[in-house]
């Protein structure tokens, strides 16, 4: 390549860069026709091949999907322009989940907002690192006032918080900062520099039943090993029995274990139940635990009057996991861990003289890396501040509200249809429930296997027919079906039409007796 300084026959200076450095956005003519072009064939792309078509599945296989993408090289040696390159994604697009289609309510996916998916082109344009300020400026002073913000409507009066990747990293930080505390005060030890003392072998973590997994994972990574997690039973309600919480205590007492944090969950992955937020800060006050809620699902009740009042307790907690995209609306990802006392961020602080040197500390400068498990991270804050200003908290809680209602309403189909069996009716927005087959013969008769099978087989062929996105779960030993409705499009009426598909397919797919017992 030609050096800055080359020239070439007739004495002019040769631009030393690659050809392929067009490809940047700049204040230049042509490096912004070039961004609008591109950008106005992607949201073509949006338009045509994904919201068109994907509704809410093709059905391809992964087989299919292998065969589609195969004339495709994934590291070309030259490449041919933006425009062919973006023709590529159609059969990505076409055979992606619809998430805004009514029928697509498997999981805590949520359609994403407008206003949301128009501040993603304006951070992923920016790309600002919220690592250190100087990265990230604006973006730092943003994501700060928004936290505070957080904080308050989750009663913390001197809070703190960071934004994280969703609940996975929210809950790990939380217990990463209750490992550091209690191994900190109780054993004198610096975990950052030191690692773990042999007596923190019997330090452990209590939760429900049906809390994440991700408090096992943390355990896990933090170095206490899965074992330290010890799961709750659960009442009728699918939320954490308090009368089981003080036996399990009582048990690990006599075996010399330290409960150090326990886990409550505003919103199970399953039922979307609630555990009991106030009795368990009672608890954690008497056992000097940390107590930490993942409320990745249903802290979005915050934004409502007629729900606040399910997270009662809520502001007790040393940390709160919260998720903006499941019921705020937010393209992935997108979440928060806030806590209660903005120095516990203390136990895990760290400086970079080549990124937040301490001298920035001294000066005041805010570099956010000191609060995260993250270095280099998304300016997501600026997703739910646009939708905030679109929409603002009276919008979203209206949302949150008529989904919660719908689920009210799809229990009450499941229980009107002789051919379901409603496993759960949540104080959320899901409904878990069971075709069974051959109701003459008694209540779910065929049981096990053959029951489960069929269950199991009316998910895959909605799924493969492209009808529907319905998730199964397993309860109690038994297959169901899981209707998680995040999208506020979806209707009674498509709910109505979703079961009685649900009960044809149920009728169409059952084995006859003489299949059955041949």
């Not at 200076?13 to 392929?20: F, G, L, Q, S």
């Not at 009066?157 to 929210?170: A, I, K, L, R, Y």
């Not at 089981?244 to 944090?261: H, I, N």
């Amino acid at each position: 390549m030609n050096g800055v300084g080359d020239v070439d026959g007739v004495g002019e200076r040769r631009d030393p860069r690659p050809d392929a450095a067009k490809w940047f956005l700049s204040g230049d003519d042509d490096d912004r026709a070039r961004y609008r072009d591109a950008m106005r064939r992607a949201c073509d792309l949006v338009l045509d091949e994904f919201a068109a078509e994907a509704t809410p599945y093709s059905g391809a296989t992964p087989e299919e999907l292998d065969d589609a993408l195969a004339r495709f090289e994934m590291l070309p040696h030259e490449g041919d322009g933006v425009a062919a390159a973006l023709d590529r994604t159609e059969p990505i697009l076409r055979n992606s989940v619809g998430v805004s289609d009514p029928t697509c309510i498997a999981h805590l996916q949520c359609p994403p907002t407008i206003p949301a998916l128009a501040a993603e082109v304006l951070l992923t344009a920016t790309n600002q690192s919220m690592d250190s300020w100087d990265q990230s400026p604006a973006a730092t002073q943003l994501e700060r006032r928004f936290v505070g913000e957080l904080c308050d409507l989750f009663g913390y009066e001197d809070g703190d918080g960071v934004f994280t990747s969703g609940g996975t990293q929210s809950n790990f930080v939380g217990l990463l900062l209750a490992r550091n505390k209690v191994v900190l005060e109780e054993y004198g030890v610096d975990v950052q520099r030191e690692g773990l003392p042999p007596e923190a072998r019997d330090l452990r973590i209590l939760c429900s039943a049906d809390a994440h997994f991700t408090a096992t994972q943390a355990a896990s990574h933090l170095g206490l090993g899965e074992n330290a997690v010890v799961t709750v039973p659960t009442d009728d309600d699918r939320r954490l029995s308090m009368a089981a919480f003080d036996e399990t205590v009582a048990s690990l007492r006599e075996r010399g274990k330290r409960p150090f944090a326990i886990v409550a969950t505003a919103g199970t992955t399953d039922f979307g139940s609630i555990d009991p937020l106030g009795p368990l800060a009672d608890r954690a006050a008497e056992l000097d635990c940390w107590y930490h809620v993942d409320a990745a699902w249903g802290g979005a009740l915050a934004l409502s009057d007629d729900h606040a009042d399910k997270l009662a307790g809520i502001e007790a907690a040393d940390s709160v996991a919260v998720d903006f995209h499941k019921l705020f609306y937010q393209p992935i990802s997108c979440g928060a861990v806030l806590v209660r006392d903005a120095s516990a961020y203390d136990l895990i602080d760290r400086n970079a003289a080549y990124l937040n040197p301490e001298r920035d500390d001294d000066a005041g400068v805010p570099n956010l890396v000191s609060k995260s498990v993250q270095t280099t991270r998304r300016f997501d804050a600026l997703k739910p501040f646009v939708t905030m200003q679109a929409l603002g908290r009276e919008g979203l809680a209206s949302m949150v509200e008529y989904t919660i209602d719908l689920a009210d309403d799809a229990a009450r189909l499941v229980a009107a249809d002789p051919d379901l069996r409603l496993v759960h009716d949540s104080d959320l927005n899901v409904v878990v429930f069971r075709y069974v087959p051959d109701r003459e013969q008694g209540d779910d008769p065929a049981g096990g296997s053959s029951a489960d099978d069929l269950n199991e087989a009316i998910r895959d062929s909605l799924l493969d027919d492209g009808e529907a996105v319905v998730a199964r779960t397993t309860v109690d030993g038994e297959t169901c079906l899981k209707l998680t409705l995040l999208n506020p499009r979806t209707t009674r009426e498509d709910l109505r039409d979703l079961l009685r598909e649900i009960s044809a397919r149920g009728t169409a797919l059952e084995p006859t007796t003489d299949d059955r017992y041949a």
